[in-house]
Each structure stands twice: as structure tokens, then as C-alpha cells.
């Protein structure tokens, strides 16, 4: 597609249930992330992948969060047994180096 | 020291001046360096890459960067109230070149 689609763009789920989050980059990009964004907050990492190597896990914030890249191309990340201080605004971005990062829409994620 | 340092402002300036954002680097080895804006509500969207030292300009922007010195910046011409929004530094990682360091963002208010 022309830009990184992201899907849903908001949700609202309750305490103690698990989430997926979609990321579908530009094609032919290799390299995929995924951040977030707490309100008023700057872009805190949690996943790098790039191609066939093993992804950068360093700044997923617990093990309720985990994040798969199939085929190389579409990636979800999944936030198991959400927490109220997992509400925050997911974005995924792609990338082919050496250009900047493109950014989806982003996932605005509320847990009540 | 942070990896990325930007005032966090808010910067305010009236329409038609100019606008000065600033942003210092920790990382000596980083070769590339990126500018986005974010609107409230919305995603980082990329509006300027810098990769020699000196000035680049694209219209109404320029970059500015001094490696010697850890330091890029962005100037914006004639502000208008549309470009009322956050600005983030991004530079990669120089060991790793494809994850990036945001800083935190400056905030910018155009005062009609």
C-alpha cells in the first residue's frame, strides 16, 4: 500500500483481556517497529524487526507483550492480560534505509 | 545524558517570524538525522533528513547540522498558525543504524 495501514484504530477493551494489534508497512520496506505513546508523552520503543533476523525485543515493558512478523511483511503485536497502564497509543512505523521512518495512524488502546 | 536532547518548550512565536528548534546528539558515530512534526492527535510525520554538515533547505524548513558539535536544527520562515505542533529529533543509532533515538519533542505555538 502506499503508506503503513494499522488496524483497529481505536480500542477499548477491558482489564485482564488480551489485544491484537495490526501493522501492515509499505511494501518492500524491511525494517518494522513498533512504539508507543502515552498521552502527552514522547515515543517509548518496544520492537524493532528487520528482515529474517531475530527481532530487537529490548523495550517491550513486560512478557504480557509479545509481537510476530509473518512473511516479512504484516506484524501484530499482542498485549496479553491488559492493564490499565497499557492505554496508550500504539504506532508502527517502517523504513528503507537509509530514509526516516514512515509511521501509521496508530492504535489509540483504552482499558477500562 | 539523554541520547537526544530538545528543549521540551513550549515555543511560542507570532506569525511570520521565524522559528528556531534546536536538538543535541550523544552519539558521535550517527550519520543521518531526521525531523518530524506531530500534530495533536495524530502521528510523527517525517518533513526533513540532513546527512552533511551545513544547511538543507526545502522551502519554508531548513536544516541545520554540526557534527562537530552534536547539533542539528530546524528552522521554520514566515511561521504560519498551521505549523502549531511538536517536533521531534530523530537520529539513528550508529552502531545498529536502523533503530532511531527520538528525543522528547518541542512544542511550538504560531500566534496568529
Known amino acids: 500500500g502506499a503508506g503503513v495501514s494499522q488496524s483497529p484504530s481505536n480500542k477499548v477493551t477491558e482489564k485482564g483481556k488480551d489485544v491484537e494489534l495490526r501493522c501492515d508497512p509499505i511494501?518492500?520496506?524491511?525494517?518494522l517497529y513498533w512504539y508507543r505513546q502515552s498521552l502527552g508523552q514522547g515515543l517509548e520503543f518496544l520492537i524493532y524487526?528487520?528482515?529474517?533476523?531475530?527481532?530487537?525485543k529490548s523495550g517491550l515493558p513486560s512478557d504480557r507483550f509479545s509481537a510476530e512478523r509473518t512473511g516479512g511483511s504484516v506484524s501484530t503485536l499482542t498485549i496479553q492480560r491488559t492493564q490499565q497502564e497499557d492505554s496508550a497509543v500504539y504506532l508502527c512505523?517502517?523504513?528503507?534505509?537509509?530514509?526516516?521512518?514512515?509511521f501509521g495512524s496508530g492504535t489509540r488502546l483504552t482499558v477500562v | 545524558q539523554k541520547e537526544v536532547e530538545q528543549n521540551s518548550g513550549p515555543l511560542s512565536v507570532p506569525e511570520g517570524a521565524i522559528a528556531s528548534l534546536n536538538c543535541t546528539y550523544s552519539?558521535?558515530?550517527?550519520?543521518?538525522f531526521f525531523w518530524y512534526r506531530q500534530y495533536s492527535g495524530k502521528s510523527p510525520e517525517l518533513i526533513m533528513s540532513?546527512?552533511?554538515?551545513g544547511d538543507k533547505e526545502d522551502g519554508r524548513f531548513t536544516a541545520q547540522l554540526n557534527k562537530a558539535s552534536q547539533y542539528v536544527s530546524l528552522l521554520i520562515r514566515d511561521s504560519q498558525p498551521s505549523d502549531s505542533a511538536t517536533y521531534l529529533c530523530a537520529v539513528p543509532r550508529s552502531n545498529t543504524g536502523n533503530q532511531f533515538y527520538f528525543g522528547t519533542g518541542t512544542s511550538l505555538t504560531v500566534i496568529p
Open positions: 540532513i546527512y552533511s554538515n
Open positions: 552519539d558521535r558515530g550517527s550519520q543521518s
Open positions: 524487526f528487520q528482515g529474517n533476523s531475530a527481532p530487537d
Open positions: 512505523a517502517s523504513r528503507n534505509v537509509p530514509y526516516g521512518y514512515t
Open positions: 511494501s518492500g520496506h524491511t525494517a
